[in-house]
């Protein structure tokens, strides 16, 4: 504030005009502009310079209000002495809803939820982490029954060698499929021996190491082991919903290997999802002879609902699922992108097509970049 007060008391003395290019220069870019990770978040703020910073917050004929509903309305006080404008800050209220920042009413649902996770998650560490007493089932027993539960849903390590052989001809989006392979049978193996491992430990016949410990914690806890996590995806889930994530993965990595390549990949089952698409990019400019590096996706968002509703794979391209929208929703009527529903912070998008196509080809019109 003081290098802000410096800045228009010297621009009041050589013109008497508000510099405001160069304030929200200043505000924005200089004193916010580290904050700003991405283009994306520079443009908000911009916007909001835009917004709020010009003559015509001070316009007579045309009042100027921040915000303004039935209740409250947020503009500058016609006052001129410091004491009115002390009494009318004091009026304003101490809570504020995310309607007078500009922010949709779901930005408030949000913080929240995301406050109570928090709270919930240091509740369950400060738990008691000692045996039963009152006959119920003990910490050791209940460790136990889980980790038998995720040793019986652990599937069998695949065999690349032969998967290799079976795919014939190594094509991109085959060589996507083996490194997948990899790296959940990395994860597989990882799983089974640390379970194998925390059940013996269990019934004293091994020492319980540190990483044991922390995977018997985890186990307690209904949380994804940090050993385990290391190997997987990066996610929020809880244990149970990891762990069928984890087996709706190995159904379409069966399915690839004993079908093909599936006319709907669901796109948030992969480790890397971003190799993917790019294998389809090479796949297509090796079969058209386009240069790689001059060729892009082009992404569509179709009618389809469920992967059901796809009856035939695209020659060039793919459909994908299981992509979200956060902080907006999808108008699958009109093909378009709209504000968020009351209390709903994420929704899936339907079925999108994925096309490669050369970039100088490709003419967007009527699109948000993202």
Same mark, same amino acid.
């Given at each position: 504030?003081?290098?802000?007060?410096?800045?228009?008391?010297?621009?009041?003395?050589?013109?008497?005009?508000?510099?405001?290019?160069?304030?929200?220069?200043?505000?924005?870019?200089?004193?916010?502009?580290?904050?700003?990770?991405?283009?994306?978040?520079?443009?908000?703020?911009?916007?909001?310079?835009?917004?709020?910073?010009?003559?015509?917050?001070?316009?007579?004929?045309?009042?100027?209000?921040?915000?303004?509903?039935?209740?409250?309305?947020?503009?500058?006080?016609?006052?001129?002495?410091?004491?009115?404008?002390?009494?009318?800050?004091?009026?304003?209220?101490?809570?504020?809803?995310?309607?007078?920042?500009?922010?949709?009413?779901?930005?408030?649902?949000?913080?929240?939820?995301?406050?109570?996770?928090?709270?919930?998650?240091?509740?369950?560490?400060?738990?008691?982490?000692?045996?039963?007493?009152?006959?119920?089932?003990?910490?050791?027993?209940?460790?136990?029954?889980?980790?038998?539960?995720?040793?019986?849903?652990?599937?069998?390590?695949?065999?690349?060698?032969?998967?290799?052989?079976?795919?014939?001809?190594?094509?991109?989006?085959?060589?996507?499929?083996?490194?997948?392979?990899?790296?959940?049978?990395?994860?597989?193996?990882?799983?089974?021996?640390?379970?194998?491992?925390?059940?013996?430990?269990?019934?004293?016949?091994?020492?319980?190491?540190?990483? @044991?410990? *922390?995977?018997?914690?985890? =186990?307690?806890?209904?949380? %994804?082991? /940090?050993?385990?996590?290391? #190997?997987?995806?990066?996610?929020?889930?809880?244990?149970?919903?990891?762990?069928?994530?984890?087996?709706?993965?190995?159904?379409?990595?069966?399915?690839?290997?004993?079908?093909?390549?599936?006319?709907?990949?669901?796109?948030?089952?992969?480790?890397?999802?971003?190799?993917?698409?790019?294998?389809?990019?090479?796949?297509?400019?090796?079969?058209?002879?386009?240069?790689?590096?001059?060729?892009?996706?082009?992404?569509?968002?179709?009618?389809?609902?469920?992967?059901?509703?796809?009856?035939?794979?695209?020659?060039?391209?793919?459909?994908?699922?299981?992509?979200?929208?956060?902080?907006?929703?999808?108008?699958?009527?009109?093909?378009?992108?709209?504000?968020?529903?009351?209390?709903? @912070?994420? *929704?899936?998008?339907?079925? =999108?097509?994925?096309?490669? %196509?050369? /970039?100088?080809?490709?003419? #967007?019109?009527?699109?948000?970049?993202?």
């Amino acid at each position: 504030m003081e290098l802000i007060k410096t800045y228009l008391d010297k621009s009041m003395e050589i013109d008497g005009k508000i510099p405001w290019s160069s304030l929200k220069y200043l505000i924005g870019e200089v004193m916010y502009g580290g904050r700003a990770i991405d283009n994306f978040d520079r443009r908000i703020i911009n916007t909001y310079m835009d917004e709020y910073m010009g003559d015509f917050i001070f316009d007579s004929f045309q009042p100027f209000f921040f915000y303004k509903d039935k209740e409250i309305a947020y503009n500058i006080p016609k006052e001129s002495t410091r004491d009115k404008f002390l009494e009318y800050i004091d009026g304003l209220p101490l809570a504020n809803t995310p309607c007078v920042f500009g922010l949709h009413s779901n930005a408030e649902i949000g913080y929240f939820t995301n406050a109570a996770k928090d709270m919930c998650s240091y509740m369950i560490e400060l738990q008691p982490q000692t045996s039963s007493s009152d006959g119920g089932i003990s910490r050791e027993q209940y460790i136990e029954k889980v980790a038998s539960d995720i040793e019986e849903k652990l599937p069998v390590l695949f065999e690349l060698d032969r998967i290799r052989k079976q795919l014939g001809e190594i094509t991109p989006t085959a060589v996507v499929l083996l490194q997948e392979l990899e790296r959940f049978n990395a994860l597989i193996f990882k799983m089974k021996m640390s379970v194998m491992t925390l059940k013996r430990a269990l019934a004293g016949e091994v020492g319980m190491s540190a990483e @044991l410990d *922390e995977v018997a914690k985890a =186990l307690f806890n209904g949380q %994804i082991p /940090a050993s385990w996590r290391r #190997l997987a995806p990066d996610t929020l889930k809880s244990l149970g919903n990891w762990i069928a994530h984890f087996e709706r993965r190995y159904t379409q990595y069966i399915e690839w290997i004993e079908k093909g390549e599936p006319a709907v990949m669901w796109l948030s089952g992969l480790h890397i999802p971003e190799s993917y698409l790019t294998a389809l990019v090479q796949a297509t400019c090796r079969k058209n002879g386009w240069p790689l590096d001059k060729s892009t996706l082009y992404t569509t968002v179709t009618q389809h609902v469920k992967a059901g509703d796809v009856r035939e794979k695209l020659h060039n391209g793919c459909y994908v699922e299981g992509l979200y929208l956060e902080g907006g929703s999808w108008d699958i009527e009109n093909s378009c992108l709209r504000k968020s529903k009351p209390k709903v @912070l994420v *929704e899936e998008l339907p079925i =999108l097509k994925v096309i490669p %196509i050369e /970039a100088h080809r490709l003419k #967007l019109q009527n699109t948000f970049r993202t």
